[in-house]
């Protein structure tokens, strides 16, 4: 339980060859639907937002699970189901038989892999490491994780374009095998195991489901950081909807402008990640949550002025402080759960505040190219920044704005006597 930060590295370097992996995947699943497979908007529509039905399918089911089984064995057989889904498309694409049907069933199994393994890694990663090193290795993995984003999608597009888009998924196929050999090396013991081999209360999966919830619900400050997430979820998935549709048509951006502009705006979650650790430090844990996203979100508002020429530096500098601004408080309100939490409820906890959080992603994108045609672009991309900037007060009326540091502790019993 003490960890091994060089264990860690190795852990880290697992996690960000797998994110890389992924980064290139956001960009080569879709060109395979419509340069291999000739899929329409509508069909390439529904392989995009595929990745996040299995959050509001299995979600709360898979913290429960987590919570009962080896986490170190969930994520390495995630890695390796993975890693066979994805190799199975260029497979197919050789052979002749690749359909539309295939790349929609690989997102969906992919998309639940994903789920299994995020919950597991979230709750593995405090055994790892020890307590007072958390917040650096969330602010590691936060900063990879980030440029991974920045570089995958360009490095995907390259590789797309000079071998296919086909080969370039292959590349994802292999990342996960990196990733899944890493954590091979890296068994530890996992104490919740010796709890779930004792004897268990009636109700089963329903009722380990129901107290991650009740934790969740009856806690006032994850109750707070999980309607925050929700609300500001339910904008973003609005403004990621119309963001490169109106970059195109109303600010007059080309392709490779949007390209390297993107890159750039990732760049701000890269120095958020790094700065959490020594805000949290200097101004409170609590505090700098709230800071960050009050201070940043405004910055939004200047995304609806980009235009060309020096006009995309309004989207560059928005983008970017707002990225930062979230990344930011996301590594610290992990590493509060991480270290908070007991640990034998780490999985449900999480999953239950992951599954409201990312259900709203795709309410978010549905709302924002309904609005998007009914008001315009360029009016419905500032209705969406000024709806980012309102859900800060969410957190200015909550109970983290009388708080200097998050609680050291969160107890079920306590919860339990609330509910």
């Given amino acids: ?11 880290w370097a697992g996690e960000t060859t797998s994110k890389f992996g992924s980064a290139m995947t956001i960009v080569v699943l879709p060109l395979i639907a419509v340069q291999t497979l ?12 595929a990745a996040w039905l299995p959050w509001l399918a ?12 080896s986490r170190w064995r969930v994520m390495i057989v995630s890695d390796v189901v993975s890693a066979l889904l994805f190799a199975s498309v260029p497979v197919a694409s050789w052979l002749g038989v ?3 049907w295939h790349l929609l069933v690989t997102a969906v199994l992919a998309g639940a892999a994903a789920v299994l ?13 020890a307590p007072e090193e958390l917040g650096r290795a969330n602010s590691r993995l936060q900063g990879s994780e980030k440029a991974a984003q920045v570089a995958g999608p360009s490095v995907g597009g390259l590789v797309a374009q000079v071998a296919g888009a086909v080969a370039a998924l292959f590349i994802d196929a292999v990342t996960f095998v990196v990733s899944a050999v890493c954590l091979w090396t890296l068994r530890v013991d996992e104490p919740h195991l010796r709890q779930a081999d004792g004897p268990r209360q009636p109700g089963g999966l329903r009722r380990e489901i129901a107290e991650g919830l009740r934790f969740v ?7 707070t950081l999980t309607t925050y997430a929700a609300a500001s979820n339910l904008a973003a998935g609005a403004l990621q909807a119309v963001l490169v549709v109106f970059l195109v048509r109303e600010a007059g951006l080309g392709t490779a402008t949007i390209g390297v502009v993107l890159g750039l705006i990732g760049v701000g979650g890269i120095l958020g990640a790094l700065a959490a650790p020594g805000l949290a430090r200097r101004l409170g844990s609590a505090r700098a949550i709230v800071l960050c996203e009050v201070v940043s979100m405004p910055f939004a508002l200047l995304i609806p002025l980009t235009g060309t020429g020096w006009g995309v530096a309004y989207l560059v500098l928005g983008g970017a402080v707002v990225s930062a601004g979230v990344v930011a408080p996301n590594v610290l309100s992990a590493t509060f759960l991480q270290t908070a939490c007991p640990q034998d409820m780490l999985g449900r906890v999480s999953a239950s505040m992951r599954v409201v959080n990312f259900g709203t992603l795709p309410v978010g994108a549905l709302a924002g190219g309904a609005l998007g045609g009914l008001a315009g672009l360029r009016p419905a991309v500032w209705m969406i920044t000024a709806g980012l900037v309102a859900c800060t007060l969410i957190l200015l009326f909550g109970p983290l704005r009388r708080a200097r540091d998050l609680p050291a502790r969160l107890s079920p019993v306590s919860v339990a006597g609330r509910s």
């Fill in 1 to 11: 339980m003490n960890g091994d930060w060089r264990r860690f590295r190795l852990f």
């Fill in 38 to 49: 000739r899929a329409g908007p509508f069909m390439v529509g529904m392989l995009e937002a």
């Fill in 58 to 69: 299995i979600g709360l089911v898979a913290g429960a699970w987590v919570d009962r089984l």
């Fill in 98 to 100: 690749l359909t539309i």
């Fill in 117 to 129: 393994y995020s919950t597991a890694y979230g709750a593995y990663l405090p055994l790892l490491v």
């Fill in 217 to 223: 619900w009856s806690d006032r400050i994850l109750r």
